[in-house]
């Protein structure tokens, strides 16, 4: 079998379940906040800084490529937040409009970035649609710091990040810091699907960060459950796509790591005990 | 039993009070002055303001002009020791947790980070659930427990602070009437051991019945003091528009129908 010898399998497989573990596991705050459009916004509007990043940097460099994307997919959800709350703009409207703008702009960068000569460019149309074979050994280490950060400060502040989700009005009488654990979920939402844009690409990240959610919640009965069965679904699918897609050269990989997610999504709410069908029983 | 008003500092106070949420004064110039140990209600039509008041006081809403006062202070310094009871519809139900979880996020404020709560919290959250008669019901998830029952769980959360002042927002509606019964219960038990309460109420024909002081409400106050003696007819009228006739008094036939056209 080639695949426990190739390293460039391992390194793609390894990459793959650190994505697809914090994505899956923060889209479990997403979810529950109903911020999954949200997501959607952040990670087409991540396509300009994905090519900022680049042109900055000058050649294909990971980190500089994410925080590229953060900026813009952050700066994404702040116009959408200013359409809706200052201007008085219905919220999916705002969304609709920040998501067309961000991606609109991502295009037109990485069609002029591609007509310059010059080699490192090339590939660069990979964060479409996503490409499991770009990761590189090199990758691992941004991702697996990210993975711990995001993970572990879930973990730290597990409590107050789950009153302020279920119950907002309840922690700010309280005295808890509810402003800042929303600005808290909202970067680490961003982070979710920046991370993984490499992998799944910007047309379809979101729904990696939805649907292990989605999944999970049908099975959870405690928020850390939750988290953690989404997580390992998240990283259950992106291994599965990151190997079909490695195994048959040219097939983009977000489109199937999505597939995989949907069909478990799906899956789960015909037989998850907790909602949907069953639940109604 | 403690008089109402007797000799006790006012634990809820506003000066003056106007909030406004961009479309006209949702409360205007409200001076009001609960008594500490009373079991009192805000009591007023739909879209009186009610609500508003509670959020005023617990310095959720920031008032356009006047001021609130919480145990005889600023609410941003005082409002973590009252016991909050926030309306039953302004949470997602269909959240992963069960009733002693949702119980103990009322200790999770003396945790802090990294600290997991423990045995001595998860006790201390059944015992309020057992308080409110929910025991049994522990480890059910909070989205398969019926509208009173999910009443009955917020209330327990702010049992398990032990505060000296309640302060519940419409904690009957849409609550069964052995829910009823139990949430009235806690709240008088709570009360007589010294504690203060002031809930939103929005049945007229239960007040006289629950609760011994009143504010009547309708964006301004328009009354306030104990029940037996504010609960007027004239008061009543001016605060509902005219169409409430003596409307709390249980022993009238019909005249739950008269409160309900006039909310």
Redesign the interface.
């Known amino acids: 079998m080639p695949l426990e010898l190739d390293p460039t399998v391992v390194t793609v497989a390894a990459g793959a379940v650190l994505l697809g573990l914090t994505s899956g596991a923060l889209g479990t705050f997403a979810v529950l906040r109903r911020q999954s459009l949200l997501g959607d916004v952040m990670s087409h509007a991540a396509l300009p800084g994905v090519v900022g990043g680049y042109l900055v940097a000058g050649t294909r460099t990971l980190p500089a490529m994410l925080a590229g994307a953060l900026v813009t997919g952050l700066a994404a959800a702040a116009l959408a937040w200013t359409l809706h709350r200052r201007l008085r703009v219905k919220s999916e409207a705002a969304l609709g409009a920040a998501l067309g703008l961000g991606f609109a702009l991502g295009v037109v960068l990485l069609s002029y970035v591609q007509r310059q000569p010059g080699a490192g460019s090339a590939g660069l149309e990979t964060f479409l649609f996503g490409q499991a074979a770009a990761t590189l050994r090199s990758d691992l280490v941004v991702l697996m710091v990210v993975a711990a950060l995001c993970l572990g400060a879930v973990t730290i502040f597990f409590g107050e990040l789950e009153l302020a989700t279920f119950d907002p009005t309840y922690a700010r009488a309280r005295g808890h810091s509810v402003e800042l654990y929303d600005a808290a979920l909202t970067g680490l939402l961003a982070v979710a699907v920046v991370i993984g844009l490499q992998l799944v690409g910007v047309v379809l990240m979101s729904a990696l960060v939805v649907a292990p959610a989605v999944a999970a919640r049908q099975f959870a009965r405690s928020l850390r459950g939750m988290f953690w069965l989404a997580g390992g679904t998240g990283a259950a699918c992106a291994l599965t796509g990151a190997l079909v897609s490695a195994a048959s050269p040219g097939l983009a990989t977000g489109p199937v790591v999505v597939l995989v997610a949907s069909v478990v999504a799906g899956l789960a709410l015909l037989v998850g005990p907790e909602r949907g069908r069953s639940a109604e029983a | 039993m403690v008089t109402p008003g007797a000799d006790l500092a006012p634990l809820v106070a506003t000066d003056r009070l106007t909030v406004d949420y961009g479309e006209g004064p949702a409360l205007r110039d409200v001076t009001l002055t609960v008594p500490g140990g009373v079991m009192g209600a805000v009591v007023g039509p739909n879209g009186a303001g009610k609500s508003t008041l509670l959020?005023s006081v617990?310095g959720?809403l920031t008032p356009r002009s006047g001021r609130a006062l919480l145990l005889g202070d600023s609410p941003?310094r005082t409002?973590?020791r009252?016991g909050?009871v926030?309306q039953r519809s302004?949470?997602?139900w269909?959240?992963?947790?069960?009733a002693q979880?949702?119980v103990t996020?009322?200790l999770?404020?003396g945790?802090g980070?990294?600290?997991?709560?423990g045995r001595r919290e998860r006790e201390r959250a059944m015992q309020a659930l057992e308080t409110v008669g929910m025991g049994h019901l522990a480890k059910r998830?909070i989205?398969r427990l019926s509208g009173g029952q999910q009443q009955r769980v917020f209330l327990a959360?702010a049992l398990v602070q032990d505060p000296e002042l309640y302060l519940l927002d419409e904690p009957l509606a849409g609550v069964d009437a052995a829910s009823e019964a139990a949430i009235i219960a806690v709240l008088r038990s709570e009360r007589e051991r010294g504690k203060t309460v002031l809930a939103v109420h929005h049945d007229l024909v239960s007040l006289g019945d629950y609760f011994d002081w009143v504010a009547l409400v309708n964006v301004t106050l328009r009354a306030q003091g104990p029940t037996a003696t504010t609960l007027s007819e004239e008061a009543l009228a001016d605060t509902y528009g005219g169409r409430v006739v003596l409307a709390a008094r249980p022993d009238r036939p019909g005249v739950r129908e008269e409160a309900a056209v006039a909310t």
Do not use: C, E, I
């Not at chain 2, 269909?94 to 069960?98: E, I, N, R």
């Open positions: 959020k617990l959720l941003h409002r973590h009252v909050y926030p302004s949470v997602d269909d959240f992963p947790a069960d979880t949702v996020m009322g999770y404020r945790l980070p990294f600290r997991r709560p998830q989205g959360r």
